[in-house]
């Protein structure tokens, strides 16, 4: 499967985006799909995930973005989305996607768990 993050932009703090990841060549409800996200000079950081049907669908968030962030599929459109609201100066990052069909829940937050990973998009937000 073939990710593609677009979304990305330069906001103010408490603005809100949303990120979406379009996937191609691929049965796209067998993929978990998640967001992670980096900042030069530090590891790649989980931010949130939407587990494939056969998993039940659930979703996680990592605590800095719980109850700011919602992830949500589109099956029939081949998309994930982040939408971002109440964004902080601490959100600025690349966003990349990444897909799994082989993830068990318990590893959802490692990025070494997703084989597929799209290009990246940054996100900017200024104070």
């Known amino acids: 499967v073939q990710l593609q993050a677009s979304g990305g932009g330069l906001v103010q703090a408490g603005d809100s985006l949303r990120l979406s990841c379009a996937a191609s060549?691929?049965?796209?409800?067998?993929?978990?799909v998640g967001w992670f996200r980096q900042v030069p000079g530090k590891e790649r950081e989980f931010v949130a995930t939407?587990?494939?049907?056969?998993?039940?669908?659930?979703?996680s968030y990592s605590d800095s973005v719980k109850g700011r962030f919602t992830i949500s599929r589109d099956n029939a459109k081949n998309t994930v989305y982040l939408q971002m609201n109440s964004l902080k100066p601490a959100d600025t990052a690349v966003y990349f996607c990444a897909a799994s069909s082989t993830l068990i829940l318990s590893s959802r937050y490692q990025s070494n768990s997703y084989a597929y990973w799209g290009q990246g998009t940054q996100v900017t937000v200024s104070s």
């Open positions: 939407i587990m494939r049907a056969s998993g039940g669908g659930s979703t």
């Open positions: 060549g691929g049965a796209f409800s067998r993929y978990t």
